[in-house]
């Protein structure tokens, strides 16, 4: 008889430590996770990731212009005249045009979402569906995020270090 009651009193800690932990660590999961991101906000943010990775930076004027470039120069070329020139291609309805789409893929590049504004450092609570690219250069972030409705939380929020090139 004692048997089943230890085993009853383990079996009941051991449920009690469980449930208290979906409790408080699943919701702390979840808070982390970013949840389903409308797909022209994700487009956006990977045009910025496709801009700032390595071997596409190297192709382009950013570090003709910004030799030692830090995170705040690129949003500032990225979104500048000189920086939107060198943007993939984007056309007012490119995902049914068979050629933009070919040459996206043929160079591993996303296409640049219709009718999405693109903003440096902060949200317009009048403008409508936008990605915000900003700069943290003490930590060499670039970090953008997307709204489907600039009045609430962002719906996307990514990050990653811009990388550095060699003079060698």
């Known amino acids: 008889m004692e048997n089943k009651s230890l085993s009853g009193l383990f079996i009941g800690l051991f449920g009690k430590f469980l449930y208290a932990g979906l409790v408080v660590i699943f919701p702390m999961f979840l808070n982390g996770c970013e949840g389903p991101v409308p797909t ?73 979402p219709r009718n999405m504004i693109f903003l440096a450092h902060n949200r317009d609570r009048k403008q409508g569906r936008q990605l915000v690219v900003r700069a943290e250069d003490s930590r060499n972030l670039i970090i953008v995020e997307g709204y489907g409705d600039p009045n609430t939380l962002p719906d996307l929020h990514r990050e990653w270090k811009l990388p550095q090139i060699s003079n060698d």
Do not use: C
């Open 40 to 112: 022209d906000l994700d487009r956006a943010a990977k045009v910025v990731r496709y801009m700032s990775r390595k071997d596409v930076m190297q192709t382009t004027t950013f570090f003709r212009k910004h030799p030692n470039g830090k995170p705040s120069d690129f949003v500032e070329w990225f979104l500048s005249e000189e920086g939107r020139s060198q943007w993939p291609a984007s056309l007012s309805n490119a995902d049914s045009n068979p050629e933009v789409r070919k040459e996206a893929y043929e160079r591993n590049a996303p296409i640049v």
